[in-house]
């Protein structure tokens, strides 16, 4: 369920939608200006889930939408990112420095040339570059696009009366990070005569952009798939050692890589987070080990003052058409499952004018991660009912 | 999509079509072949003296452009033709899959169904059940292709069979890759990244 009702103007909201194919953060920054990150398509209705929830509250992405973020090139993160870039025409595009290269370009070309039916691993990024391509700068739907790299200002809304200042500047990747990347991808780059013709891996999560944002005086940070390293000038490690990070704490913390350990640092929560953050993120539910698992919630929920998931990461019911297609497959493939279910919606805001704190509201399967999970409904003792109603 | 390729692989069996080597090489996939194989057993028996006439002879239209590719092609198509269930089982249903994760005896994929409008699945498969020239496919992000049908087995019977079988393409060629650098560095000339 994306939840429906408006934001007034002099509020800050961080909206997380999730799962389908994709996860995606809606931020209204005040006074009408929202921008988005990343992105999610609902697989039962096909919909994307920040366009319909745009949609819902009136507002209308040519006009509102400044910026539309691609934090790094994965299905999970960047699933309909095109249909946001096309209907968002006036929002400068961002995506990471490495996506940028020669060999990252190359390789979408490649993937393109291959013909598929379904599939296709860098369509997103390939639709959004060809988009771009009619929106130069100085043309009437001239817009920017940019590279993120550590501690690169990105937008801002310099404070006007009734206005506060608002800006998102990049927390990652480090100039190492690029290095590696582009290592990765010349890496990824098939050479003549090599067999199989497919892509062996996808770029790594190193890519990944981490954004902090602020409005006024509150802050938030945005984790992305942004992992702990590798090695001290990556990841968050080179974000932590930066003596140029955000010196304000975030009261908003979206969790890197749906919880997993190997973007869990400590000190991202002791130094870039206030004591009462609340967490916010989304389930991946892709692998045989789901994210977040009870061990990963255990420490997110001893860090955070509370946290909230936008639906459970265990496996949803099966639908029927599903339950049709296991016993179809069940001669050669265990463990089927539907791996989106559907996309819910947590929905924090926070208003500027009278101050915090946050209001949380969930809509459908979102829910609080700390809390256990209700007890099972007790079983309608039908007969018995049946009986009193005899009796009477 | 599997019977226009299909047909345009129809095509060049029989020496129609405008550009019967493109339209082969456009298809890159033997499983539309092996589809072509299962649907249409009277074409398939022309395609596959064709096939092995290629193979075999080492001359021949498939054999003049793209040998290599081709060839190859060609190979896993005689593969799957010289299997003998194959040839009398009706498919009933198909996905596409994308491998997703790679563990030592199994592997996670995503699947969509290519008979239905279902919604996409991720199922998980052993290895062992995977042909030993398939193991060496098994890698992230690789195709390949799910068959559910029946085999007759006499007597008004039929027996349920399924096929996994990865996706076959041919090598890169270094004309391929360069002129994918080129169009990169073309395109972000153009994009003008700040």
């Not at chain 1, 398509?41 to 745009?54: E, H």
């Not at chain 1, 981490?210 to 005086?217: K, M, R, S, T």
Request: glycine share 6%.
């Amino acid at each position: 369920v994306i939840l429906a009702d408006r934001v007034d103007p002099s509020e800050f909201e961080i909206s997380i939608l999730g799962p389908g194919v994709g996860e995606c953060i809606v931020v209204h920054l005040g006074g009408g200006d929202w921008i988005v990150v990343d992105s999610c398509v609902d697989q039962a209705s096909r919909q994307n889930a920040a366009l319909k929830y745009f949609q819902q509250i009136g507002v209308d992405p040519a006009e509102s939408v400044r910026l539309v973020v691609a934090t790094h090139a994965h299905d999970d993160h960047v699933s309909g990112i095109s249909d946001i870039v096309l209907e968002a025409q006036s929002a400068d595009f961002v995506c990471p420095a490495a996506s940028t290269e020669p060999e990252f370009v190359a390789l979408l070309e490649l993937d393109a040339g291959l013909l598929e039916t379904r599939h296709r691993i860098y369509s997103e990024f390939q639709r959004v570059f060809h988009l771009l391509e009619d929106r130069k700068p100085g043309t009437y739907y001239g817009v920017r696009r940019k590279r993120a790299v550590a501690d690169r200002l990105l937008w801002s809304r310099p404070a006007q009366p009734g206005w506060q200042r608002a800006a998102v500047t990049a927390l990652s990747p480090s100039d190492h990070a690029i290095d590696l990347s582009l290592r990765t991808l010349r890496f990824l780059m098939p050479k003549a005569g090599s067999s199989p013709r497919q892509f062996a891996s996808r770029d790594p999560n190193t890519f990944a952009v981490a954004l902090w944002i602020e409005v006024g005086d509150v802050s938030a940070l945005l984790g992305s798939d942004l992992l702990k390293g590798p090695g001290p000038s990556c990841g968050w490690n080179a974000i932590l050692a930066n003596p140029q990070r955000p010196t304000s704490d975030a009261s908003v913390y979206k969790v890197p890589h749906h919880g997993a350990p190997n973007a869990h640092h400590e000190g991202v929560w002791t130094s870039l987070c206030a004591d009462d953050v609340i967490a916010i993120l989304a389930p991946y539910r892709a692998g045989r080990q789901r994210r977040p698992s009870l061990a990963d919630a255990k420490v997110i929920c001893s860090l955070a003052e509370q946290a909230y998931i936008t639906a459970p990461s265990s496996t949803p019911p099966l639908g029927s058409a599903s339950r049709a297609q296991r016993w179809k497959l069940s001669d050669v493939a265990s463990g089927v499952r539907e791996r989106e279910g559907p996309t819910g919606h947590v929905r924090l805001r926070y208003s500027l004018d009278r101050g915090g704190p946050w209001r949380v509201a969930l809509g459908r399967p979102a829910g609080s991660l700390c809390e256990d999970p209700p007890p099972p409904r007790p079983r309608k003792r039908r007969r018995r009912r049946h009986q009193k109603g005899r009796q009477a | 999509v599997s019977q226009i390729h299909a047909t345009n692989i129809g095509e060049v069996a029989t020496g129609f079509g405008p550009d019967p080597l493109s339209s082969v090489w456009e298809t890159e996939s033997t499983s539309l072949a092996v589809a072509y194989f299962n649907e249409f057993s009277e074409p398939s028996s022309r395609l596959k003296t064709f096939v092995e006439q290629s193979v075999s002879s080492g001359s021949g239209r498939l054999q003049d452009v793209h040998d290599a590719r081709i060839n190859s092609i060609a190979q896993a198509a005689l593969h799957r033709v010289t299997t003998p269930d194959v040839s009398t089982a009706v498919i009933k249903d198909r996905w596409e899959g994308v491998v997703e994760q790679v563990a030592k005896d199994h592997f996670v994929a995503r699947l969509i169904s290519l008979t239905e409008d279902a919604p996409p699945i991720v199922a998980e498969f052993d290895r062992e059940i995977l042909n030993p020239d398939d193991e060496e496919l098994v890698v992230v992000g690789s195709r390949f292709y799910v068959n559910t049908g029946f085999v007759p087995t006499g007597s008004n019977r039929r027996r349920k069979v399924s096929a996994v079988r990865f996706r076959r393409l041919p090598p890169w060629r270094a004309e391929e890759l360069q002129a994918a650098m080129a169009r990169a560095r073309k395109r972000l000339d153009a994009l003008e990244f700040e």
